[in-house]
């Protein structure tokens, strides 16, 4: 079992950056694939970056692509998510989720991760 816990949320006008961190517990941090969701106010959690459990396979939702970088560190058992260039439309509460796998494949749906975050708010003033 793992427990991940956010930080790094907060204000930021438009065309700034942030920079999200989501520690695991646990010694097994390199045998889960990461993913990193979304939830805006009155829409569904949406996913918008996934890492596979070595860091070699990244891969983003379109509306993310180009402006944020999704990368972690095993002997931290941190994944992050740099976010650049944000936009109002940003606005949402950000989870990380963890899928335990050392399968490579892309993970997109929240119904293929075990474990979750509890969110930390990102707020996009324009």
């Known amino acids: 079992q793992v427990q991940l816990v956010e930080s790094g949320g907060g204000l930021v006008q438009a065309g700034g950056s942030l920079s999200l961190s989501c520690a695991a517990s646990g010694r097994t941090f390199s045998t889960y694939a990461m993913g990193w969701f979304r939830q805006a106010p009155g829409k569904e959690r949406e996913f918008i970056a996934g890492?596979?459990?070595?860091?070699?396979?990244?891969y983003y939702a379109d509306s993310v692509k180009g402006r944020f970088t999704i990368s972690r560190d095993n002997a931290k058992n941190t994944v992050y998510l740099q976010m650049n260039s944000l936009r109002p439309e940003d606005t949402a509460v950000y989870y990380c989720?963890?899928?335990?796998?050392?399968?490579?494949?892309?993970?997109?749906?929240?119904?293929?991760?075990?474990?979750w975050g509890q969110g930390t708010q990102v707020t996009v003033s324009s």
């Open positions: 989720a963890a899928r335990y796998t050392r399968e490579s494949g892309t993970y997109t749906s929240m119904k293929e991760y075990n474990y």
């Open positions: 890492i596979s459990w070595s860091g070699r396979n990244t």
